[in-house]
């Protein structure tokens, strides 16, 4: 498959006068099976972003959703206006509650939306749990199996039982794996389902072990320094050749992996474009 991917929703913008950064993530995909839409930012910066780079939405043949949270999520309903009828991938847990908790109160993050409005505005819903091909070449991973000892998740995310508040697995986390000439590119949502299970799980079922680039989030930002240690140090184990991050990984974590990575990092933000 060949891609150009085009950063249009994340929490930088890098001197693009027109474009808006929001703490969020969503990436337009021209590939040569037609154009995609990953993630929808959380809502403020979608319309703005895609006209500003000149990214038709109107054409797309379908939108991935990475996980429940708002800020992948808020942007539907302003692009789904723009699309019509529209296939949508996501995992059946999309419409959960879920919170995260903050000082003065716990504040609901998943999906701004009720399915029915979505669906009115055109949205087709098409669920799955495990590793699915969307397009020849295009592949969502579904639920991760969650496999190493450190990534333990945010303890922060939260879902309301009838025993009181729990921490929120996030199983409905996937990625987007995209099998070019070059070798397996991986455009993350949050990684809430930890980078190295991800890593692993893919490789495990594509066969194919040389990782041409990694983009999106790591949630490395929130996580605790031994994990993130952890995590680097695991990462380097991979035959990654670029790795471009984003959104929840921080400002510290990106300049670990920078130090790490060297010429292979790269900051991908609002206007970043990567082609193979
Ligand atoms: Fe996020
Ligand atoms: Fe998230």
């Not at 303890?155 to 508040?165: A, D, E, H």
């Not at 035959?239 to 991908?268: N, P, W």
């Amino acid at each position: 498959m060949e891609i150009k991917a085009t950063v249009l929703c994340e929490n930088y913008v890098n001197g693009q006068a027109g474009a808006i950064a929001e703490h969020g993530w969503a990436v337009y995909l021209e590939t040569n099976q037609g154009n995609f839409l990953f993630d929808t930012g959380q809502g403020k910066a979608i319309i703005n972003n895609a006209q500003y780079f000149h990214k038709d939405l109107s054409i797309i043949k379908g939108i991935i959703i990475s996980h429940h949270h708002y800020d992948h999520t808020g942007g539907l309903f302003s692009v789904l206006g723009h699309t019509g009828k529209v296939k949508v991938y996501a995992h059946p847990d999309l419409f959960k509650n879920s919170f995260v908790k903050e000082e003065a109160h716990d504040r609901n993050v998943g999906v701004p939306f009720r399915k029915e409005i979505l669906e009115s505005k055109g949205a087709e819903f098409i669920f799955n749990t495990g590793f699915s091909e969307i397009t020849p070449g295009m592949m969502i991973t579904g639920e991760v199996p969650r496999k190493t000892s450190f990534e333990t998740g945010d303890k922060r995310l939260l879902i309301k039982t009838n025993s009181g508040y729990i921490q929120d697995n996030i199983m409905d986390d996937q990625t987007l794996i995209l099998n070019t000439s070059k070798g397996l590119v991986f455009i993350l949502g949050c990684s809430h389902s930890g980078i190295i299970n991800i890593i692993n799980y893919v490789i495990e079922k594509t066969g194919q072990e040389h990782i041409h680039m990694i983009i999106g989030g790591t949630h490395l930002g929130p996580a605790d320094k031994e994990t993130r240690k952890k995590t680097i140090e695991s990462l380097k184990q991979f035959d990654i050749e670029k790795i471009g991050v984003s959104h929840c990984t921080g400002l510290e974590a990106s300049m670990q992996l920078y130090y790490e990575f060297g010429k292979r990092f790269f900051f991908c933000n609002v206007g970043t474009k990567v082609e193979v």
